[in-house]
């Protein structure tokens, strides 16, 4: 158990639908990290966040959208489905917000099939 | 940015046989980390092991090691005495400054019994 939660372990949707996916980090970790996994494209970076604001930013569509709130939660939310948009979403956590050695944990992802 | 490329989409090794997985990457920062991640069936994402590139001697955790060449821009992770648990995908990954990992495509390992 890396300590990292995260809520629903499986969803299924329509296409055009919206879907918010939550994490809770490590206690302790201010950094949160989401990552997608599909097939075709690997595991994919979208986005990062440290203490509540934005650090990084990856291949994250515009229809993607996440936010980091003061108890450090994080919630990744996915709007105008698509059906290339099933894929495997991790969050991540580490403890700081730069590549100083902090090792980033994974949860076991959430899975999302759009139909 | 950085790339981590990962040559070998899949290997195979026999229980209690050693096997090297490759891995190059990319980079042009001083300063990086480079970590090798084990997916099982349960698409868990596990940490295996990591490595600071400022540090010279590999890494040792249990039976798995790895072979850092910084010059050639190398970070290869050794499995010994393969068990059945082993099987799995294998990630390399590179962190950069900013924290995030770029992972490479994965290596998937089958350990025959």
């Known amino acids: 158990d890396s300590g990292v939660t995260q809520t629903p372990k499986h969803l299924i949707t329509a296409t055009g639908q919206r879907v918010t996916l939550r994490c809770s980090p490590r206690?302790?970790?201010?950094?949160v990290y989401w990552y997608q996994q599909s097939l075709d494209q690997g595991l994919q970076f979208l986005i990062q966040?440290?203490?509540?604001?934005?650090?990084a930013k990856g291949n994250i569509l515009e229809r993607f959208s996440a936010q980091q709130f003061p108890d450090l939660h994080s919630e990744l939310n996915l709007s105008s489905l698509e059906l290339g948009d099933s894929a495997l979403y991790f969050c991540?956590?580490?403890?700081?917000?730069?590549?100083?050695?902090?090792?980033?944990?994974f949860g076991e992802g959430s899975w999302l099939t759009v139909v | 940015a950085q790339t981590v490329t990962q040559s070998q989409p899949e290997m195979s090794v026999q229980e209690a046989e050693t096997v090297t997985l490759s891995c190059t990457y990319d980079?042009?920062?001083?300063?990086?980390?480079l970590f090798w991640y084990k997916q099982p069936p349960s698409r868990q994402m596990i940490l295996v092991i990591r490595q600071e590139a400022y540090k010279q001697q590999n890494a040792t955790e249990n039976r798995f090691s790895v072979n850092f060449q910084k010059a050639a821009k190398s970070f290869s992770l050794k499995i010994s005495d393969s068990q059945l648990g082993d099987a799995a995908m294998y990630f390399c990954?590179?962190?950069?400054?900013?924290?995030?990992?770029?992972f490479g495509r994965g290596t998937q390992l089958t350990v025959w019994p």
């Open positions: 991540a956590s580490s403890v700081g917000s730069s590549g100083d050695g902090n090792t980033i944990y």
């Open positions: 206690s302790g970790d201010l950094s």
């Open positions: 966040y440290y203490n509540g604001e934005e650090r």
């Open positions: 990954g590179s962190s950069s400054t900013l924290g995030r990992l770029y």
């Open positions: 980079t042009s920062e001083s300063d990086y980390y």
